[in-house]
């Protein structure tokens, strides 16, 4: 899986990431995937970055918080909303996430321009404990 995002990434073909990630989620993307993963989130050629942000929801790596956040605040033309739908799967991907890091850029979110974003953010820090369960990270007491 991993040759063929990075084939699919080199290409710059919309449709190779899409065969490529399919495959990927299909059998159950894994952390090896997360370089490839966070490197298509930015990129603003393809036409899969839902289904990007979701897989990294999954997996809750740390080391895409700047992306998510930087995702989340980037205007996407090349979807109908302009990337609402894709702000808000980032921002549950950051609060599933749950580190510290990770609640700082929620927190930073709350300051987009786009208010729609930062109600985003809102709704998942006034959840931040009542969804502590979905959490990777659990900071001590």
Known sequence: MKE??????????????????????????TDE??????????????????DVALTIQKLRPRE????????????HPQYYDNGLALARKCTWALADIGTTEALEALK?????????????????????EAESHRKDYVPPK
Do not use: G, M, Q
């Not at 080199?10 to 059998?27: F, G, Q, R, Y």
């Not at 930062?118 to 820090?125: I, S, V």
């Open 33 to 50: 995937l997360v370089p490839e993963l966070i490197e298509l989130l930015c990129l603003s050629w393809h036409y899969r970055h839902e």
């Open 108 to 128: 930073e979110l709350l300051a987009s321009p786009n208010t729609r974003i930062a109600e985003f953010a809102r709704k998942r820090l006034r959840n931040w």
């Open 64 to 75: 895409a918080i700047p992306a998510l956040k930087d995702t989340a605040l980037r205007n």
């Open 4 to 29: 063929e995002l990075r084939i699919a990434i080199a290409s710059k073909d919309p449709d190779a990431v899409e065969e490529a990630l399919t495959a990927a989620i299909t059998n159950s993307a």
